[in-house]
């Protein structure tokens, strides 16, 4: 009876599992990810028709309802008047009051900068404005 | 327990290495403009094609430059493979003149995707 009890007892000691070496390992693991860590940017993606290259793109320029937005190397020009982003940022805001499906035709000239490009795109997105078509000048 | 927590750093292991690589797909040196206002890209189609263009007019897909032809054969065998609602995202550094954003749009529209994404950053960390 003696001897059992003793060999039960032993068997429960066999079954631990120390803790400590394997909390220091975590705590290596936890400061090297914490170390190499850098936060990604969030990320946007602006969604625009682009028409194909063969389309006639006289035919969209002289639509009279379409507002068209023309990037040049150094500034913008609105409906052919010469504006800069807050002012072209309060006629989208205009025309995206009235409807916010009406199409903006944004035309970029070969050396204009992408920045640009996205200047206005994202000027859109804050107002609203959904259909977009991005055609190339030169 | 000794069994459970070799399967959970084995967990650990693979998470932290497939996140890397997914990161390591995109070109660092290509500096995206600024969109404050722009849409936050929530959930990626597993579908979508990222086109790099870097601001000497170079075209790349997961780093792997592609001459104009390449990239029209690729972007023609995702129409055919997945449709053309497939999804293109153009990564054009911010310095990136027009006409080289505008090779890589055509390159789309001539393999019949009409609709393009252009990524920006919404928020710097």
Known sequence: MGTRHHRRKKQVIEAELSMTPMIDIVFQLLIYFI????????????????PAPDSEPREQMETPNVLRVVIYQDGFTVNDRQMRLPEIERTLGRLAA?????TVLIMATAHSRHANLID????????GLRNLSVVSMN | MTPMI??????????????QMERDQLDER????????????????????????DDDGRIAIGRFPLSEQRLFTV????????????????RGDMDTAHHHIKRAMDICTRAGLFRIKFAAIKEAN
């Not at chain 1, 009235?98 to 009406?102: K, L, M, P, Y």
């Not at chain 2, 070799?6 to 996140?19: A, E």
């Not at chain 2, 890209?41 to 094609?49: G, I, N």
Request: charged share 20%.
């Open chain 2, 30 to 53: 290509i500096r995206l403009a600024m969109s404050p206002h722009g849409p936050a890209v929530e959930q990626r189609d597993p579908r979508t094609v990222t086109i790099d263009v």
């Open chain 1, 98 to 102: 009235i409807d916010q499906n009406q």
């Open chain 1, 120 to 127: 206005i795109l994202d000027l859109c997105a804050k107002v």
């Open chain 1, 35 to 50: 170390l190499t860590f850098e936060p990604t940017d969030v990320m946007a993606h602006l969604d625009v028709f682009r």
């Open chain 2, 6 to 19: 070799d399967i959970v750093f084995q967990m650990i292991i693979f998470f932290v290495l497939t996140v």
């Open chain 2, 75 to 90: 972007m023609r065998a995702a129409v055919v493979q997945h449709g053309q609602t497939t999804p293109v995202v153009i």
